[in-house]
């Protein structure tokens, strides 16, 4: 069973940091892309960042966090991270950890972790 | 445009059929997905390449995409098929791009 389990959500200050975990199991995990989708409160998920099965510098992000967010992963352990800098209030969300399926010309998230709450408030 | 529209809301009668749209610039060159999102929980996967149901999704679902507009439908709705449903598409330039979302009422 795929499981995907999120950590390291809380509340910051404007301007802060925050690094998020995702503990992936199930699945080999070294074999797929991995992205974080986040959804604000009552609104619809918007996809964040990806990083291909190899990490390094496959990266990619949402023109919204581009500059100020990092993705990597550790395949030995079986963990997504995503390292958030200058944060804003806007970045309040759940964020979530997916599980990259991309085949037939096209890509989409077959499995979703719980998420994780960041709020970010003075 | 990278805008995928949805209608906020469909309303379905028990056992009717629900379509919802999603509609984006030349959306049938590419391939749409569709999330089921209740209330407190993560997204599901119900519909992937236009039409392709992920184990265990009940063959009520089913979806279609053609020209500008991908329908998912729901054959035979229930009760618990209330939740909102989210279209999903991808291309090499935006990557992934989502619906702004249907909130699905059986009335």
């Known amino acids: 069973e795929v499981q995907l389990l999120e950590s390291g959500g809380g509340l910051v200050q404007p301007g802060g940091s925050l690094r998020l975990s995702c503990a992936a199991s199930?699945?080999?995990?070294?074999?797929?892309?991995m992205s974080w989708v986040r959804q604000a409160p009552g609104k619809g998920p918007e996809w964040v960042s990806a990083?291909?099965?190899?990490?390094?510098?496959?990266?990619y992000y949402a023109d919204s966090v581009k500059g100020r967010f990092t993705i990597s992963r550790d395949n030995s352990k079986n963990t997504l991270y995503l390292q958030m800098n200058s944060l804003r209030a806007e970045d309040t969300a759940v964020y979530y950890c997916?599980?990259?399926?991309?085949?037939?010309?096209?890509?989409?998230?077959?499995?979703w972790g719980h998420g994780t709450l960041v709020t970010v408030s003075s | 445009s990278h805008e995928l529209t949805q209608p906020p809301s469909v309303s379905v009668s028990p056992g009717q059929t629900a379509s919802i749209t999603c509609s984006g610039d030349?959306?049938?060159?590419?391939?749409a997905c569709w999330y089921q999102q209740k209330p407190g929980q993560s997204p599901v996967l119900v519909i992937y390449?236009?039409?392709k149901r992920p184990s265990g999704i009940p063959e009520r679902f089913s979806g279609s995409n053609s020209g500008n507009t991908a329908t998912l439908t729901i054959s035979g709705t229930q009760a618990m098929d209330e939740a909102d449903y989210y279209c999903?598409?991808?291309?090499?330039?935006?990557?992934?791009?989502f619906g702004t979302g249907t909130k699905v009422t059986v009335l």
């Open positions: 390449q236009d039409n």
């Open positions: 999903q598409a991808w291309d090499s330039t935006t990557y992934y791009v």
């Open positions: 030349k959306l049938g060159d590419k391939s």
């Open positions: 199930g699945f080999t995990f070294s074999s797929y892309a």
């Open positions: 997916a599980k990259d399926q991309c085949g037939g010309g096209t890509c989409y998230f077959d499995y």
């Open positions: 990083v291909l099965r190899s990490g390094g510098g496959n990266t």
